[in-house]
């Protein structure tokens, strides 16, 4: 199965811009990649997902490389409350499972 | 708007006590999972319900059972709990399986310590 490496932790300050790498160098061509992110003491909470373009919502952005073999997350402001674990998640032809690895922990300061 | 209700929110369990956690959607979704979470550590699938009338067993079943009542609901079941079993637990939904492409919608969480 195809897996996803993202770094432990990272920081930012409050108001600059965040990018969140995630490697997934055995993507196969029909997996989907979706971010997920959990505030402290909270269920997860979907974020994004894309396939091969770059695609933009309300929360973030996420920007595909053309080899698909990663991707990133962008949050254009972060504020305080943006600090969370953030989830980068295949969606794996093994069905139903979402498959939550630790994550980046991101912290976010004033 | 509630979406995925879980209830209780927190509970205390002796060893070997039964208890049922329960979970409610509103969205009309076909499909609902229940996940553990450890310390430090990511969700890790207990069972999932395709769809109404049908259960499968996920990463981590032993020790639970699991009842989809309806479409609405799905339920969660410690017949005799242990230690190990001191988590926190979630309840999602979507509207179909993952590799679809169907985004989910998870619980706030049941924070279960058993003593």
């Known amino acids: 199965d195809a897996k996803t490496t993202q770094p432990n932790s990272m920081e930012s300050n409050e108001e600059e811009p965040v990018h969140l790498p995630c490697n997934h160098s055995?993507?196969?061509?029909?997996?989907?990649i979706h971010w997920y992110r959990q505030l402290p003491s909270q269920g997860p909470e979907y974020v994004i997902h894309?396939?091969?373009s770059n695609v933009n919502n309300r929360m973030a952005s996420l920007a595909i490389a053309e080899d698909r073999k990663s991707s990133t997350l962008i949050l254009h402001r972060a504020t305080l409350r943006d600090a969370a674990v953030y989830y980068c998640i295949l969606g794996l032809n093994s069905g139903y499972a979402l498959n939550f690895g630790k994550g980046t922990s991101l912290l976010v300061t004033p | 708007n509630a979406g995925v209700t879980q209830t209780p929110k927190f509970q205390v369990l002796k060893t070997g006590q039964s208890m049922t956690l329960q979970c409610a959607q509103d969205m009309n979704h076909n499909s609902m999972y229940w996940y553990r979470q450890d310390p430090g550590m990511g969700l890790r699938l207990i069972y999932y319900s395709a769809s109404e009338g049908t259960t499968d067993k996920g990463e981590v079943p032993n020790g639970y059972n699991v009842s989809r009542l309806n479409k609405r609901e799905f339920s969660l079941r410690l017949e005799s709990a242990a230690p190990s079993q001191t988590s926190v637990y979630f309840c999602a939904s979507s509207e179909g399986p993952h590799r679809a492409n169907y985004g989910y919608t998870f619980g706030s969480g049941t924070r279960l310590t058993v003593v």
């Open positions: 055995t993507i196969s061509g029909t997996d989907y």
């Open positions: 894309g396939l091969t």
